[in-house]
Every structure is written in C-alpha cells, then in structure tokens.
C-alpha cells in the first residue's frame, strides 16, 4: 500500500496546477498525482498540433513541474474508490491510502447527432497521445 497525504487522480491541467499548489503549500505533505496516459498533451494546443506544431510531441505536457516540485507521479488508471476507507485501487492492484483526494477527472469529446457525422473524414478529438497520433 502507498500512502499519500494529498493524492490526485487525473493529470491534466488541473491534476499538476492542484499538485504542484498543494506541494508548495504544504512542503510537508506526502503528494502523489496518478495518471493513465504514459504521456499527456496539452489540451488547448491539440488543435495547432495539425498546422503550427507539426507532431503531437510538440504539443506535450512536461513531468519536470512535477518531479522538480517532490510530487509523486504514477501510471496507472484507478479503478476504484472505497471513500469509507480513504483508499483506492489502480488497475494493476496497486493500493493507495490517502488523506485527501482530488479528482482532476478533466472532460470527454461527445458527438452530437447531426446530418453527416457518419461521413469519413469526421472524428472525435481526443484528448489522448496515442489517438492524436493515428490521426
């Protein structure tokens, strides 16, 4: 089991800006930050990934922040909350014991049901390295 004082799903925007902030604030403080992706883009550059900057890795959201502000970064997707006992569970076993968790969960792409979706050419931006990377 890992115990962390702070633990944030999600990684984000909002997953660093909360670990590095709850870091900086409480020095003390036992901080784990616990993604999916191996590697994370910047959101609101996806859309210059496909003239500006030529390739997704271009467009990727450093792990420097994290390591230089002492956060403990983890790969692995969480597939469990147990709330009652202030720990949750990855997809590899892993257990984490926290005292506070933030959800950093960020949003999903949906298609709307319009005339025309179904045609070729047409496809949902993801927010995902891999994915970009096909497309």
């Not at 969480?78 to 968790?101: C, H, M, P, R, W």
């Amino acid at each position: 089991m890992t115990k962390a004082d702070i633990l944030i799903i999600g990684g984000g925007p909002a997953g660093v800006v909360a670990a590095i902030t709850a870091k900086k604030n409480y020095p003390s403080k036992q901080v784990t930050l616990v993604r999916k992706e191996k590697k994370s883009v910047i959101p609101c550059g996806i859309p210059y990934i496909f003239n500006r900057l030529d390739s997704v890795d271009k467009n990727l959201m450093p792990d420097q922040p994290l390591l230089d502000n002492k956060v403990d970064l983890v790969i692995s997707e969480i597939t469990e909350i147990k709330s009652k006992e202030k720990e949750v569970i990855a997809e590899n076993g892993d257990v984490f014991d926290y005292g506070k968790l933030i959800l950093a969960l960020g949003s999903t792409s949906q298609l709307i049901p319009i005339p025309g979706i179904e045609k070729e050419g047409i496809w949902v931006v993801k927010k995902d390295y891999e994915y970009l990377k096909k497309h």
